[in-house]
């Protein structure tokens, strides 16, 4: 199980070719896999940051998971641990995200911001890093 986390975040996208661009550009994740169907939609993909990893595909493919979704799913807020959070939101407007908290030192020690998508879900990244 080591290397494999044991929980990640699915969402879907209208736009998820879109929403991958800004993740991994304005946000740091990394491709690890992309699959599409023969119309160039994204069937599923798969992107990592550190160790955690979050699970996108697009709307309106028709798969169990998609029909559960609903034709309007969202916002649904994710926070993801980064180590220089002013760094990061500075790559993250450099790429015009719509920022909706600049970093700020939290009471219980943290430091973090808060972003959204351009499809409505909220991204959090912070220095708190909780631990299991």
Partial sequence: ?????????????????????????AFG??????YEGDDGTV???ELSYGNGMVMLGSRGTGSKFDQAMGPEPGPTGVYVVVEDVDGHHRRAVEHGVEILMEP???????????????????WSF???????
């Fill in 1 to 25: 199980m080591a290397g494999t986390p044991s929980i990640s975040p699915t969402l879907t996208y209208r736009d998820a070719t879109a929403a991958i661009k800004l993740l991994t550009e």
């Fill in 29 to 34: 994740f990394t491709r690890v896999a992309v």
């Fill in 43 to 45: 069937m599923h993909a």
């Fill in 104 to 122: 700020t030192d939290q009471d219980y020690g943290s430091r973090d911001y808060m972003a959204r998508d351009p499809e409505g879900n909220i």
């Fill in 126 to 132: 912070g220095t708190y890093a909780p631990t299991v």
